[in-house]
């Protein structure tokens, strides 16, 4: 529960106004919210950082948006991935506030302003594959970090990646994205000194097996930073290296009593 409003509970109970077994009742309640077609697990955000995120491939657009209310309805961030042109629609007349990238095929509903802490680089060896460094690139920012994207500089043209040493060697994590062959991910994690999260693309021709091939090339990445996610899942990607920069950051900050 928000510590906000457990203040309030504790208080209502400390005045007499609520009951213990009623405060308790509500206790409960707020720990899962039954949809129905759904348990939205609305303390995900007081143990883990951030509340639940939607994944939206499946499911129908009032399935969607009735999450994305009873999100917004509990003051949490509300962040979907996977949405299709249909569901972008549906939740754009719904939710005109909210910001959707419909090349990443994600929607953002935030539940107030954000300060970042930390910051990470997503690199993209293609163009082509943009859609999942975008996914990365919007879930990096949602969690709460400087975010900054740097798209087109594979191995093909190596020279297009060290133009732009100086602007990657001080981020606190790197996301790269890379189908074909996939040999991105070491080529960065040989140049910088933090975490490389390797997101492997089903982009390229037959013998890649539809991101099989860059899989397989990233698990045996010579670069020692370098650790791998699924194909495709720009979001984990993208979501592990804001959790690594916002640590890191916070563990810079002073001790204060």
């Known amino acids: 529960m928000d510590p906000v409003d457990l203040r309030e509970l504790l208080e209502q109970v400390q005045t007499n106004k609520l009951g213990i077994e009623p405060a308790l009742e509500k206790l409960r309640k707020r720990a899962v919210a039954d949809l129905g077609f759904a348990n939205v697990d609305l303390d995900r955000r007081q143990r883990c950082g951030f509340p639940e995120v939607i994944f939206c491939q499946g499911k129908t657009c009032e399935w969607i948006e009735a999450v994305v209310r009873k999100l917004s309805d509990a003051k949490q ?35 107030g302003p954000i300060e970042p802490v930390g910051r990470v680089m997503i690199i993209t060896a293609g163009t082509s594959d943009l859609p999942v460094a975008r996914e990365a690139f919007v879930t990096a920012q949602a969690i709460g970090t400087h975010a900054q994207l740097l798209a087109d500089v594979g191995v093909a043209g190596i020279h297009r990646l060290l133009r732009h040493q100086q602007d990657f060697v001080g981020a606190d994590a790197i996301v790269v994205v890379a189908g074909m062959d996939g040999a991105l991910p070491s080529v960065v994690g040989g140049l910088v000194d933090c975490p490389v999260i390797a997101v492997p693309t089903s982009v390229g021709y037959g013998a890649a097996f539809a991101g099989v091939a860059p899989l397989l090339t990233m698990l045996n990445a010579c670069s020692a930073n370098v650790v791998v996610v699924n194909i495709d899942s720009g979001f984990k990607g993208g979501y592990v290296a804001a959790l690594i920069a916002r640590r890191a950051r916070q563990a810079e900050e002073p001790c204060t009593k």
């Open 77 to 111: 961030h509300c962040l979907a991935t996977r949405v299709s042109d249909a569901q972008a629609d549906h939740l754009a007349k719904e939710f005109p506030s909210a910001e959707q990238d419909r090349i990443a095929g994600t929607f953002w509903l935030p539940a």
